[in-house]
């Protein structure tokens, strides 16, 4: 009887070891997740948002994701419910950007990105400067010279008051020497009336996201004076700021932050879980559909890199006089 107890518990323990190193051989269950997209549907932090839940998902990296749409103030209430309502919440992530940077300053908001999390910087994309076919500006050397002759004369178009737009266009005066009180910037609500100012010969020069202008460009409907990239883009024929003599560099950058007082495990984590997607097929597929520009950056890196994104832009909303010294 003895010999047989014996022999039940050296089968039992048996099992028992069979299925820890099972457990520990089995891979973690993929977590559910919330993003936070800080604005209404249908823009580009909505469809990176979206984009990052399908690509979670397709790499099984998430088992459910929620797709939060929190808008207004430049994306700052939503950056408010991030701080305010998922403090310690690991599986929470909110969409972020350049534009928010200066909506944070910009909009006096009670709330930073420096209380956030941040986890990694995914996609950007560069502006271009963009005038009518019409126009007698042929070059970035054209529009220097009409600028300096009258600086009231020429009309800078983009989107909203203090966004991407705007920093790029006051950007480009500060760096030929122009006076930021006779800059004529007027802002829109959307790229397509931007375009269809330009095209109508109503504004000077549109600036906007390249993809933005990629068809009316390609089809001669308007012609693009510069781009704010480094240096010039494979399969784009235009040249960049730097390369006609203004030394501007310029890219509308967006990522993920999560939310406060998480542990280190748990950014660690996340910051893992991204790196994970933005590596996946799914991901780099969804990139070259929207031609987005790959610009991951990931952890302790992308914390420096937002650091010295709200030095940069607190300096150029101060100048362009959007924001109080």
């Known amino acids: 009887m003895n010999k047989i107890r014996s022999m039940r518990r050296r089968v039992a323990g048996a099992a028992f070891a069979l299925a820890a190193l099972a457990t520990l051989a089995a891979p973690a269950h993929a977590a559910d997740y919330k993003i936070i997209v800080p604005a209404a ?19 099984k990296l998430a088992e459910r994701m929620q797709i939060v749409n929190v808008g207004g103030a430049g994306g700052t209430i939503g950056l408010a419910q991030l701080i305010n309502s998922n403090k310690g919440d690991g599986n929470a992530l909110m969409v972020t950007g350049k534009g928010m940077v200066s909506a944070v300053f910009i909009n006096k908001s009670p709330v930073t990105l420096t209380q956030a999390t941040p986890i990694a910087r995914l996609t950007g994309e560069y502006e271009v400067l963009v005038v009518s076919t019409a126009s007698k500006l042929q070059t970035i050397a054209d529009l220097v010279a009409m600028y300096k002759a009258n600086p009231g004369s020429v009309s800078w178009g983009g989107g909203l008051a203090g966004g991407v737009d705007q920093l790029t266009a ?31 010969g109503h504004l000077t020069v549109g600036l906007g996201g390249y993809n933005e ?11 693009a004076l510069a781009i704010t990239a480094p240096k010039r883009l494979d399969g784009v ?43 996946s097929d799914g991901w780099k597929a969804t990139v070259k559909k929207n031609e987005w520009l790959d610009l991951y950056m990931g952890g302790d890196e992308f914390k420096t890199y937002v650091e010295a994104e709200q030095k940069t832009v607190l300096k150029t909303v101060t100048d362009l006089g959007l924001v109080k010294k």
């Open 237 to 279: 024929n235009v040249p960049t700021l730097k390369e006609q003599g203004i030394d501007v560099e310029f890219v509308n950058w967006r990522g993920l932050m999560a939310a406060p007082g998480i542990s280190d495990a748990q950014r660690q984590a996340l910051v893992k879980a991204v790196s994970d997607m933005a590596k």
């Open 170 to 200: 006051g950007m480009i005066v500060q760096a030929i020497g122009g006076e930021l009180g006779k800059f004529n910037y007027v802002a829109f609500n959307s790229g397509g009336e931007v375009v269809a100012q330009t095209m109508g």
């Open 41 to 59: 549907p249908g823009g580009g932090y909505d469809q990176l948002g979206r984009a990052v839940g399908q690509a979670m998902q397709g790499a």
């Open 213 to 223: 202008y990629a068809a009316q460009i390609a089809s001669g409907k308007l012609r």
